[in-house]
């Protein structure tokens, strides 16, 4: 015999929850704080990566964007193709490259691993999936062109694609 009380079944279905894991690189534990990236000498204080003198007491800890490069497995990439940026390719890349200074100096995490050649444009991967959409429409408001944005929810990656 089953008793309802309410919203809640005594005697139903038991729940199988499982959790969600969206970034691989996020610390599974709490990191020490103060620590220092040993790479790059970010420090993490607070719950937050910061560009700042490390106190000599701090722990080493290796940041998630150091462990991204080391692993090469990028977060996301701006595919860069056309005409357009076949012909003005070093002012483009020197906008991108002033993408990542600007968000570099208060998001230690957001950097380009790799900026390589690949067919008649380039690829652009980085640590972070937020870079590479800032990037994106940089270019796009620069620009003008085509921009398009894909998201692979189970490897945790996004694409972008400007081409003009």
Known sequence: MKTDRGSFRIGGHKQLLQEVRHDAYKPRRKIPSPARCPDC??????????WEAAPRAAAAARCPACLRIRDRLPAASVGLTGRFFAS?????LGRVRSCEQAERQTHPMQRIMAIAASGAGMR????????????????????KGELEYRYNKEDNQLRVTWRR
């Open 41 to 50: 000498g970010a420090v993490y204080r607070r719950g937050r990566w910061r």
């Open 88 to 92: 003005h390719r070093d002012e483009i």
């Open 124 to 143: 652009i991967t980085t640590t972070d999936a937020h870079l590479a959409r800032r990037i994106g429409d940089a270019l796009y408001h620069a620009y």
